[in-house]
Structures are given as structure tokens and as C-alpha cells.
């Protein structure tokens, strides 16, 4: 066999990827890059709870560990913040300083807004911010939630400022490719509005549901939880998700979040009516709504 004929190695998407928050996202994508050995040729996992660095050296997920964040960020050509949307501004005031020129920052925040408006105030010239979201995830949370194939066939949402490198857009957009993603871009505006209706509004849904359901008398609370139908069921698997992540969304959407509540609350009050007044032709036409958003979620393969 000749020399051209032999099979080309791929190039690493990155040289050295540092994640910082080795959580559910986080490990997920360590998992992927050690699975596909495409994404990076080293990966470095920053944590500052030692139990959990102890975790992700057992589990061997990343290269290296530490709880040192600026030093992983000056190792790195590509650092990706993996933490609560809370704590974004506050990692990126570290790591930021810290990154070489020429480096590219991204995020996986659930929120856009609010994190851009946190980490701008860190940001270089000579450092590239690409934002994203991966439109993936489960009730679970910590390095041992992850899993390589979290990602594939989900959307991760690009949301590039006005004054992007085109070029880091393109290497961040292949690396979610790499992950299995789809991945499509838009304005950080526009994102938080989707997403307040897609995600956020039907988790602060079930958290509510779950609490109502907590509050009852405790004769039919014991009978919830005992006789529990599949559709509360799923509420309480979307309930079970990390509290401080939730919070911090709820608290960082909150415009876009409010909106969308209050058009629900006026469409459960009509929906309230048509069931008080017998109007059986808006409630079946509410039915074959959500039942044909529903086969269009499985042709879109998110379902």
C-alpha cells in the first residue's frame, strides 16, 4: 500500500480544550471528545469541589484536573464554561485574563443575555467570544450525569455578537457538530424568547405542579404520589432538575420568562372557560394542536 493511499489521521477540532464545570454538559462533551478523539488532542477539566475532582480523575474523562481555572485557561486554545448562568461573569473574570491571544471562549448557558451582559465586561480583543447553548440534558446533574452521545441530533444554538470572528464561529459551530449536534445561529434576543417557551416556561411549569401537588392535604398527597399517571410522572422527572441552575435561569430570563407566563395564564384561563361552558370545539381544537406540535417534535427527531 502506498503512502497516499494510507487513511489521512484527522486533525483535532482544538489542541487543548479546557471545560470548566465538569457537570452534566461539561462531562458530557469531555466524554465525546474522549469517545471521538476529534474534538481535542488534550482536555483539561477545572472543578473547585475536590470530591468532584477526585470523581472525573476516576472516571478518566479529561487529561487533567484542577480547581486552578486561570492556569487551565492559559493551557488552552478553546475554554468552555460549563457552569450555572450565575456564575458565568464571575469565571470569566478569571479565566478571561488568563487566555492566550488568539483563543477562543465559548459557553453552554441556557440564557444568552444575561451571561453576554456578564462576561462582556471581561472580554479582549484579542480573545474570541463565541456563546452557545447545547439544547440538551436530563433531570441529573454532576461528572458521573454525562454521557458521550447527550448531544446527538440536538440542537445547539449559536447566538455570535454583532462583531463575531467569523472564523471562531466556524470552529465552535464544528465542535457541536462533532458532539452530534445540529446547530443553528441566531440573535441573543431571539434565543431567549425561544427558549423561554421551549424550556424554561415548562420547567417552571412543573416545579409549580410538583409543589401544588406537595401542598395538598396530606390523605390526597399520599394518594398522588401512590396512583401518580404517566403525565405527572413527567413533570416530576423534569422537577428533579438541579435548583441552582433553575434558579439562576428564572432569575436571568425573567422578561422573556414573564411574557411567556402571561400568555399561558391567559390560555389556561380560556381553556378554564371552554371547560366551565361545555365549549367542547375550542377544547378539541387545543387537543389536536398540541397532538400535531407532538408529531412534528418526532419528525423533527427531538422527541
Not at 440542537?155 to 465542535?175: I, Y
Not at 398527597?221 to 433553575?246: K, N, Q
Request: net charge negative; hydrophobic share 45%; aromatic share 6%.
Amino acid at each position: 500500500m502506498s503512502a497516499d493511499s494510507l487513511p489521512q489521521a484527522i486533525e483535532p477540532c482544538f489542541d487543548t480544550l479546557t471545560v470548566i464545570g465538569p457537570g452534566l454538559i461539561g462531562s458530557s462533551v469531555l466524554r465525546r471528545a474522549r469517545q471521538a478523539g476529534t474534538l481535542a488532542r488534550r482536555l483539561i477539566a477545572v472543578e473547585i469541589d475536590p470530591a468532584f475532582r477526585e470523581r472525573v480523575t476516576t472516571l478518566g474523562i479529561a487529561d487533567e484536573v484542577t480547581g486552578d481555572a486561570a492556569w487551565a485557561a492559559s493551557e488552552a486554545d478553546c475554554v468552555m464554561l460549563c457552569v450555572p448562568v450565575g456564575a458565568m461573569g464571575e469565571v470569566a473574570a478569571t479565566a478571561l485574563p488568563a487566555m492566550r491571544p488568539g483563543a477562543i471562549l465559548t459557553d453552554t448557558g441556557s440564557t444568552k443575555m444575561s451571561v453576554i451582559d456578564a462576561i462582556r465586561p471581561f472580554l479582549r480583543p484579542d480573545v474570541a467570544y463565541v456563546p452557545a447553548h447545547p439544547m440538551a440534558g436530563t433531570e441529573y446533574s454532576g461528572p458521573d450525569a454525562g454521557f458521550a452521545t447527550l448531544f446527538e441530533n440536538r440542537w445547539c444554538l449559536l447566538t455570535p455578537l454583532a462583531d463575531a470572528d467569523e472564523k471562531a464561529v466556524a470552529r465552535v459551530t464544528e465542535l457541536w457538530r462533532l458532539c452530534g449536534a445540529r446547530t443553528k445561529t441566531m440573535t441573543p434576543e431571539h434565543h431567549d424568547r425561544v427558549c423561554a417557551i421551549v424550556s424554561h416556561l415548562p420547567h417552571l411549569l412543573a416545579f409549580t405542579i410538583c409543589g401544588t401537588a406537595d401542598d395538598l392535604a396530606d390523605e390526597t398527597r399520599s394518594e398522588v404520589l401512590d396512583f401518580a399517571a404517566s403525565g405527572f410522572r413527567d413533570f416530576t422527572r423534569i422537577a428533579a432538575s438541579d435548583p441552582v441552575m433553575w434558579r439562576d435561569v428564572f432569575l436571568s430570563n425573567r422578561d422573556a420568562i414573564l411574557e411567556m407566563l402571561a400568555r399561558f395564564t391567559e390560555d389556561a384561563q380560556a381553556m378554564a372557560r371552554a371547560i366551565r361552558w361545555g365549549d367542547e370545539s375550542y377544547i378539541v381544537d387545543r387537543i389536536e394542536r398540541g397532538r400535531s406540535i407532538r408529531r412534528s417534535l418526532i419528525e423533527n427527531k427531538q422527541a
